[in-house]
């Protein structure tokens, strides 16, 4: 980071003047939480005790013998509540009661980052409200469920397109009048400085168990790292430990939908088009006045019209390179991971595996890729089911 919270012209705090202070009160308490060893000693335990980190590194043997290089998958699905998503949330509802607050709020799309919000928030016993588009409490209906079951309460936010968009304005409004006693939990790695480099943080144990899980296995680094991004926090997390390994190359796979040529498609990096969306400025999906388009992808955890900032200044820099991939590639390579190593991964994480299969034949051999499959599938089986039959799944 060069100016404070900027990665290149990335990033900042485009908030209202009232959220100044409660930003600056929040990045002092997270600098002076990461630098007390006790506080790391806390969420490690709750890592080891609940979470069942660290998870496996799983050599893919059989993906392997078929596409060339050696393919080793990380292994989030296998943590409670079935995604990397509850790492960041145990640290930030850490980080709450470190600050003394009592009741959290977060935002949620699928409903992935809700229901793990509100499993720390039982856990913790903090009052929880996740704030979701009327839209998609109708679509997932499930989470919503969960959600409730776990003691939080879902607010219907009904502005706008009723998406996850609007949902988090609608938390970030919450926030501003509220933050006395309230903590706003952030699922990805977006939004104003300091959470993307929170986020960062607390996703960042992915890649220090895979770095030294792999040279354990292997004795050396891998040549590619990738993951799929969404606001690109599995991604930031994976790529965090080898960010300094020039010669390890990071991808991030972005969901192309229908096609990038078809304008419905999650990929706010294809085009390039800078702006400002909750409190940052990075690639966001936008129309030539700058309005907010809505994303499109068979995966709703991919389906964010922005990106975190860190991942545009790494784009731009050339650090890490981003893909695209279409739902029908990211479903095709679903079903092979079923049938090759029977394990149902995560439609996002399937963008990922999917340009793994692509590259595997400009590899040799002897080549590494460690791809991080950031969820398991039983959430999406009933979109398995209709895409299977047919059915419309990109919305
Ligand atoms: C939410 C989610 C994602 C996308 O979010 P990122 O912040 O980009 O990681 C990816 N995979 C799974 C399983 C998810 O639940």
């Known amino acids: 980071m060069s100016k404070k919270g900027y990665y290149g012209e990335f990033g900042g705090q485009y908030v209202s003047e009232s959220l ?3 930003l600056a009160e929040l990045e002092k308490a997270f600098d002076e939480a990461i630098a007390d060893p006790k506080f790391w000693e806390e969420y490690d335990y709750y890592m080891k005790e609940y979470v069942g980190r660290e998870t496996p590194l799983y050599f893919a043997s059989r993906l392997t013998e078929k596409y060339g290089p050696k393919i080793y998958l990380k292994r989030e699905d296998l943590n409670h509540t079935g995604a990397h998503k509850i790492n960041n949330v145990i640290g930030q509802i850490l980080l709450a009661k470190r600050m003394g607050k009592t009741k959290v709020i977060a935002e949620t799309g699928a409903g992935q980052h809700g229901v793990a919000t509100a499993t720390g928030a039982a856990l913790f016993n903090m009052e929880c409200t996740v704030y979701m588009g009327a839209e998609d409490i109708e679509r997932q209906a499930l989470n919503v469920a969960r959600m409730q079951m776990l003691g939080s309460k879902v607010q219907a936010v009904t502005t706008g397109s009723s998406t996850l968009k609007d949902a988090t304005n609608e938390a970030i409004r919450t926030w501003a009048e509220r933050a006395e006693d309230t903590f706003y939990v952030i699922g990805s790695a977006v939004g104003p400085h300091p959470y993307p480099k929170m986020v960062k943080e607390f996703q960042r144990v992915i890649s220090k168990e895979a770095r030294r899980q792999i040279l354990e296995k292997e004795g050396r680094l891998p040549d590619v790292v990738m993951a799929c991004v969404g606001g690109g926090s599995n991604s930031i997390g994976m790529f965090a430990d080898f960010l300094e390994d020039q010669d390890v190359k990071l991808i991030g796979v972005e969901a192309g939908g229908l096609g990038i040529e078809t304008g419905k498609h999650a990929s706010a990096m294809a085009l390039g088009e ?9 690639y966001l999906l936008q129309d030539k006045n700058g309005n907010i388009e809505l994303a499109a992808s068979i995966s709703a955890g991919l389906d964010y019209p922005g990106v975190g900032p860190e991942h545009a200044y790494l784009r731009d820099s050339g650090r890490a390179e981003y893909v695209s991939i279409t739902d029908t590639e990211a ?10 190593e029977g394990i149902i991964p995560a439609i996002e994480s399937a963008h990922a595996l999917a340009h793994a299969f692509k590259i595997a034949p400009t590899m040799s051999k002897d080549d590494i890729i460690v791809l991080c499959l950031s969820g398991r599938g039983d959430k999406d089986m009933h979109t398995i089911q209709k895409y299977l039959n047919g059915e419309e799944t990109n919305k």
Do not use: F, I, Q, Y
Request: proline share 5%; charged share 20%.
């Open 274 to 282: 800078p702006g400002v969306l909750h409190g940052m400025k990075s």
């Open 20 to 22: 100044m202070n409660t």
């Open 331 to 340: 479903m095709d390579a679903l079903m092979e991971l079923c049938r090759m």
